[in-house]
C-alpha cells in the first residue's frame, strides 16, 4: 500500500497570499476526469485567463478507498488539470504538482474533498509574482572579472521534510526519519559527483526493496521533485559473488529507476546500470560482513545538475 504523502511543490506559499487568485473544480466520485459541467467551468474559466500565469496545482480526495488508491487518483486529478491547461495558459518553468490524496483535513462534505485546485496570478501582478509566492533572490557579487564587476542570482534555499510516515496493511503507521542532510547534498552536488545512498537495502538476493528501507527511496524521490534540473544515474553493485550471473545489480538499479518513474520523474532525467561485483570498495573474498555490506551498494551519480 502507498504512504500518505505530500508531493512536494518547489515554491513556498507562505507569505503574500493576497495577490493569488485560485479556482476550484470538483469531481465524481473515484473519477479523475470531470463531468460535463465542470469540464464546461474549466474551459470558460481557461478562456477567461488565457494572459494570467498557473503556479500550482494541488488535488484532493474524498476519505473513501484505500489511501494507495486515494494517493494515486489525487495524481490522476492533478495530471488531468494539467493536461488540460498545459498549452492555453502559461505555467512557472519550476512548476510542481502537489497531491494530497486523502492526508489533509476532511471536510465532513465528501463532495468538497473530491477537487483540484488551481492557484494563478493575474496579469497585472506578474511583474511581482516573485513577492507574491513569497521568494528571496538574493543578488551575489563576485569578484571583478578582467575589470568587470559581475552579478548572480543565488538560488533559493531548498527546505526537506525531516520525516515521513507510512500507513501499513495491518493499519498500524510506521514513522521513518528523512535524512535531510543526504537530501541537500544531492541537491547540491555538482555533475560528476558520485553519492552513495547510505541503508537502502533489499530482500536477500531480490530486487525488493525491505519496508525499513522505504524512505529512502522517497529521500531521492523529494530531492528530484526540489530540483527539476537534476539528473542522475541509478548505479547497483553487489557484494560476493565475482560474476552477477541473475544481473541483480541491474534488476535493483532498475527497482529504483522504477519507483521514481511510477512518482512522474520524467524518464530523459534517469537511466540505471548494474555493475555486479566489479567496483568493489573491499576486495573480493570480503573478510567479514562490514565489508560485504560495504560492497553491496547503491549509488547515485550527478549526470546533470
Given at each position: 500500500?502507498?504512504?500518505?504523502?505530500?508531493?512536494?511543490?518547489?515554491?513556498?506559499?507562505?507569505?503574500?497570499?493576497?495577490?493569488q487568485?485560485?479556482?476550484?473544480?470538483?469531481?465524481?466520485?473515484?473519477?479523475?476526469?470531470?463531468?460535463?459541467?465542470?469540464?464546461?467551468?474549466?474551459?470558460?474559466?481557461?478562456?477567461?485567463?488565457?494572459?494570467?500565469?498557473?503556479?500550482?496545482?494541488?488535488?484532493f480526495?474524498?476519505?473513501?478507498?484505500?489511501?494507495?488508491f486515494?494517493?494515486?487518483?489525487?495524481?490522476?486529478?492533478?495530471?488531468?488539470?494539467?493536461?488540460?491547461?498545459k498549452?492555453?495558459?502559461?505555467?512557472?518553468?519550476?512548476?510542481?504538482?502537489?497531491?494530497f490524496?486523502?492526508?489533509?483535513?476532511?471536510?465532513?462534505?465528501?463532495?468538497?474533498n473530491?477537487?483540484?485546485?488551481?492557484?494563478?496570478?493575474?496579469?497585472?501582478?506578474?511583474?511581482?509574482?516573485?513577492?507574491?509566492?513569497?521568494?528571496?533572490?538574493?543578488?551575489?557579487e563576485?569578484?571583478?572579472?578582467?575589470?568587470?564587476?559581475?552579478?548572480s542570482?543565488a538560488?533559493?534555499?531548498?527546505?526537506?521534510?525531516?520525516?515521513?510516515?507510512?500507513?501499513?496493511?495491518?493499519?498500524?503507521?510506521?514513522?521513518?526519519?528523512?535524512?535531510?542532510?543526504?537530501?541537500?547534498?544531492v541537491?547540491?552536488?555538482?555533475?560528476?559527483?558520485?553519492?552513495?545512498?547510505?541503508n537502502?537495502?533489499?530482500?536477500?538476493?531480490?530486487?525488493?526493496?525491505?519496508?525499513?528501507?522505504?524512505g529512502?527511496?522517497?529521500?531521492l524521490?523529494?530531492?528530484?521533485?526540489?530540483?527539476?534540473?537534476?539528473?542522475?544515474?541509478i548505479?547497483?553493485?553487489?557484494?560476493?559473488?565475482p560474476?552477477?550471473?541473475?544481473?541483480?545489480?541491474?534488476?535493483?538499479?532498475?527497482?529504483?529507476?522504477n519507483f521514481?518513474?511510477?512518482?512522474?520523474?520524467?524518464?530523459?532525467?534517469?537511466?540505471?546500470k548494474?555493475?555486479?561485483?566489479?567496483?568493489?570498495?573491499?576486495?573480493?573474498?570480503e573478510k567479514?560482513?562490514?565489508?560485504?555490506?560495504?560492497?553491496?551498494r547503491?549509488?547515485?551519480?550527478?549526470?546533470?545538475?
Open positions: 500500500m502507498k504512504p500518505i504523502f505530500v508531493f512536494l511543490f518547489s515554491l513556498l506559499f507562505t507569505t503574500s497570499f493576497y495577490a487568485e485560485q479556482i476550484t473544480v470538483y469531481f465524481d466520485s473515484n473519477k479523475f476526469e470531470l463531468n460535463n459541467l465542470e469540464n464546461t467551468k474549466l474551459n470558460t474559466w481557461i478562456s477567461e485567463n488565457k494572459n494570467n500565469k498557473i503556479v500550482a496545482i494541488h488535488g480526495t474524498d476519505a473513501d478507498g484505500t489511501n494507495g486515494n494517493d494515486t487518483l489525487a495524481q490522476k486529478r492533478v495530471k488531468f488539470i494539467f493536461n488540460a491547461v498549452n492555453q495558459i502559461k505555467i512557472r518553468e519550476d512548476f510542481k504538482t502537489r497531491s490524496g486523502e492526508s489533509f483535513a476532511q471536510s465532513k462534505n465528501k463532495e468538497e473530491r477537487r483540484v485546485i488551481i492557484y494563478y496570478i493575474l496579469e497585472k501582478d506578474l511583474a511581482r509574482e516573485d513577492e507574491i509566492l513569497g521568494i528571496k533572490n538574493e543578488i551575489v563576485k569578484l571583478p572579472t578582467r575589470g568587470t564587476a559581475e552579478l542570482v538560488k533559493p534555499e531548498i527546505v526537506y521534510p525531516e520525516k515521513l510516515v507510512f500507513e501499513n496493511p495491518n493499519g498500524t503507521k510506521s514513522e521513518f526519519k528523512l535524512d535531510t542532510a543526504f537530501m541537500k547534498k541537491g547540491e552536488a555538482k555533475t560528476g559527483e558520485k553519492l552513495q545512498i547510505q537502502l537495502n533489499f530482500i536477500i538476493n531480490t530486487f525488493a526493496v525491505v519496508n525499513e528501507s522505504r529512502k527511496l522517497y529521500e524521490l523529494l530531492v528530484l521533485e526540489k530540483n527539476p534540473s537534476l539528473k542522475i544515474e548505479q547497483g553493485h553487489l557484494c560476493c559473488m560474476v552477477d550471473r541473475t544481473d541483480l545489480s541491474t534488476q535493483r538499479a532498475k527497482a529504483i529507476f521514481l518513474v511510477k512518482h512522474d520523474i520524467l524518464k530523459d532525467r534517469l537511466s540505471y548494474g555493475f555486479g561485483s566489479t567496483q568493489p570498495i573491499y576486495p573480493l573474498p567479514d560482513e562490514q565489508e560485504r555490506a560495504a560492497n553491496r547503491v549509488e547515485i551519480l550527478i549526470v546533470e545538475n
